[in-house]
């Protein structure tokens, strides 16, 4: 009896300590057209992401090109029809205020702190962009931790590149697959592409949704049911030893 009452203190302890909740966790970025601070908090299924603006320099803006003098600036959240609504930043391209590159001296980047999404167990995430015209594209990088404290670095580890070929559809999906090197994710919109044809620069697109997979409990009951089976298994086996 005791040793049935102790599995099931574990099972239900297992339970209580597994996610409260089953599916996906969505984040959305859009809202009315106004300049946010340089940091902007997001919560959302228990968990708490945070972004970050910034304005960096670039001789080009390539995705494994290399950031440097890079200062904070003011995001901006975006509401302006379905496929111009999203996260971008205050200034850039004279009035649109979305992810992209005005030159040398002004490549406007989006920083992600997404650290919080592991504690619930995700190891996938689809990010959900808008304002992507013909020709435009964005990159998606991935890091251990903020890497715009150290001042300048590398665009490398790139998760996900994708951009609009032709087609006249503006919001286009990534979906990366996340490891221990991706709990900060550095958004960039580089030098359009077509195929293998590369366009003049002029890329420049808002971030609009982020939809992470969270483990089913389903999965936590399989368990469950199975340790159960092993406790009354050892229990009759137990009791079969004493007569």
């Known amino acids: 009896m005791k040793a049935r009452m102790w599995i099931v203190g574990l099972v239900l302890a297992m339970f209580a300590a597994g996610p409260a909740f089953a599916g996906s966790v969505t984040f959305n970025f859009g809202g009315p057209d106004t300049a946010l601070g340089t940091s902007q908090s997001y919560t959302s299924g228990g968990a708490t992401i945070t972004a970050y603006g910034f304005e960096c320099s670039a001789a080009t803006?390539?995705?494994?090109?290399t950031l440097s003098n890079c200062a904070a600036t003011n995001l901006f959240a975006k509401s302006d029809g379905p496929n111009e609504t999203g996260l971008g930043l205050a200034g850039q391209g004279g009035g649109e205020n979305e992810i992209g590159w005005d030159g040398p001296n002004a490549d406007f980047v989006l920083g992600l702190d997404v650290s919080a999404l592991f504690k619930l167990g995700v190891t996938s995430m689809t990010l959900s962009f808008g304002s992507v015209q013909p020709g435009e594209d964005y990159a998606i990088l991935g890091y251990g931790s903020n890497p715009f404290l150290g001042g300048s670095f590398a665009l490398t580890n790139?998760?996900?590149?994708?951009?609009?070929?032709g087609s006249s559809n503006q919001v286009l999906s990534s979906t990366i697959s996340l490891n221990a090197s991706d709990e900060f994710l550095v958004i960039v919109s580089p030098c359009a592409f077509s195929g293998s044809t590369t366009l003049p620069c002029g890329s420049n697109v808002v971030l609009g949704s982020l939809t992470s997979e969270t483990p089913e409990p389903g999965t936590l009951a399989l368990f469950a049911t199975g340790l159960l089976?092993?406790?009354?298994?050892?229990?009759?086996?137990?009791?079969?030893?004493?007569?």
Request: overall charge positive; aromatic content about 10%; glycine content about 10%.
């Open 61 to 65: 803006p390539s995705s494994t090109d």
């Open 158 to 165: 790139t998760e996900a590149l994708n951009g609009n070929s």
């Open 229 to 243: 089976a092993l406790g009354f298994g050892m229990r009759r086996r137990f009791a079969f030893q004493r007569q």
